[in-house]
């Protein structure tokens, strides 16, 4: 594996590879990789010639400085991970090479209110620094595909809605939410986690998976309140529990009226804030 910490080496690695007419899947991340994270690069090696993943804690996208000031960070660890996975880059750049003094990164976008609710509402400003990083990242790999996880439904859709606005040439791929035993989305938050919160943020999931068993039986609102109040019993300090539009991403009432439909939960364990959801209805068309 090669491992790039400046631009010019990744790019001279890039022409080469363009020349050969090789397909290129990127896979940017914030590293402590897990195994979700491995799955993405197994992804991208489905579906392209050579595999970029990127580690980068894009401090523009913490709202709270000391969620960016806890991030955990293990690089060597995570190299090893990309290297038993046959990941063929891994770019761990320099905040200087993105966002070099004077290049204006900022991107302006009409999301509509798709950036305006659950993580937008809670963490302001978040998605603004995710595009901005996501798409310099874009005009730096310029890659064939671009893999991200499911777990981030919001992100990813928003990253979607920015791929298509501004007609970038590179195609999304949606990958599935890995799970730990109990069914825990897997995130690198989840080892900051105490013993006793660690044991109750399973929750998170047994109420993403009881709402979509009763998605006909109740109204929304009633399955909402219903998983805010199972989270609170657990111990957990739910922010939201929504079920949207996965198109839109406003809330629903009818559930017979849409095609596309996602329930998403974002909850504090402790001091560590998880974010999870299911699709109850449809797939990404
Ligand atoms: P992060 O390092 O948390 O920014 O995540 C990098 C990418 O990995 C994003 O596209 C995430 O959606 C994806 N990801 C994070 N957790 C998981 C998981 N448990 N399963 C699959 N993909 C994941």
């Given at each position: 594996m090669h491992l790039f910490t400046h631009l010019t080496n990744l790019k001279s690695f890039l022409e080469i590879n363009n020349r050969l007419d090789h397909k290129i899947a990127f896979i940017p991340t914030m590293g402590a990789l897990h195994q979700g994270h491995v799955s993405l690069i197994e992804i991208g090696k489905k579906y392209a010639d050579v595999t970029v993943c990127s580690i980068y804690v894009n401090p523009n996208q913490f709202n709270n400085k000391n969620d960016l000031s806890n991030y955990p960070r293990s690089l060597e660890k995570d190299a090893f991970k990309l290297e038993t996975v046959h990941c063929d880059v891994l770019f761990v750049p320099v905040d200087e090479e993105i966002?070099?003094?004077?290049?204006?990164t900022e991107v302006s976008l009409n999301l509509g209110k798709m950036d305006l609710v659950m993580e937008g509402h809670f963490r302001p400003g978040h998605f603004k620094g995710m595009l901005q990083v996501v798409k310099r990242l874009l005009d730096l790999v310029n890659p064939h595909y671009l893999i991200m996880g499911q777990k981030d439904f919001q992100q990813f859709s928003l990253v979607q809605q920015m791929i298509n606005q501004l007609h970038l040439p590179v195609k999304l791929i949606m990958a599935p939410t890995l799970r730990d035993f109990d069914g825990l989305a897997l995130s690198s938050?989840?080892?900051?986690?105490t013993i006793k919160d660690r044991s109750i943020s399973q929750v998170i999931y047994q109420s993403l998976l009881e709402i979509k068993s009763k998605l006909n039986l109740s109204s929304t609102e009633a399955l909402e309140a219903e998983a805010m109040e199972t989270l609170k019993l657990a111990g957990l300090k739910p922010e939201y529990v929504e079920i949207v539009d996965?198109?839109?991403l406003q809330k629903i009432v009818h559930p017979e009226k849409h095609e596309f439909i996602v329930a998403c939960i974002a909850a504090w364990a402790g001091e560590v804030r998880l974010i999870d959801n299911i699709i109850l209805k449809g797939n990404l068309a």
């Open positions: 966002y070099p003094p004077g290049l204006d938050r989840n080892q900051r986690l996965g198109y839109t």
